[in-house]
């Protein structure tokens, strides 16, 4: 996601696979997505700071609807969806505070 007239806005055509473990937490997914998305797009820089974000754009830090750590396992529990069909946000940290 990236900052458009001050929203923040979701990026076309940067979408990556990851394969990461059930219990995955925020400290073990966004290292591996920046690292992959910086691989593939010259424009990141992979030593920027990023934080990971939900499709409605709030951050990750805990499963919606609770006070738990956000855990894959737990967010797909929480939308019911197989884990192929999860999606999350990689954004600059300055843009999310900006947006």
Known sequence: MHVVHGRL????AST???TV???ASVADI?????FKL?????DMAADDH????????????????SSDDFTLAGYKAFTGRAY???SLFVCRKEDYDAG
């Not at 806005?9 to 076309?12: A, I, T």
């Not at 966004?30 to 920046?34: F, M, N, T």
């Open 21 to 23: 473990e059930q219990s």
């Open 50 to 65: 990023y934080v990971l974000l939900f499709p409605d754009g709030q951050r990750v830090i805990h499963v919606p609807g």
């Open 38 to 42: 910086a691989a593939l797009d010259q």
């Open 9 to 12: 806005r979701k990026m076309r």
């Open 30 to 34: 966004l290292p591996k997505a920046v």
């Open 84 to 86: 192929t069909k999860l």
């Open 16 to 18: 990556v696979m990851l």
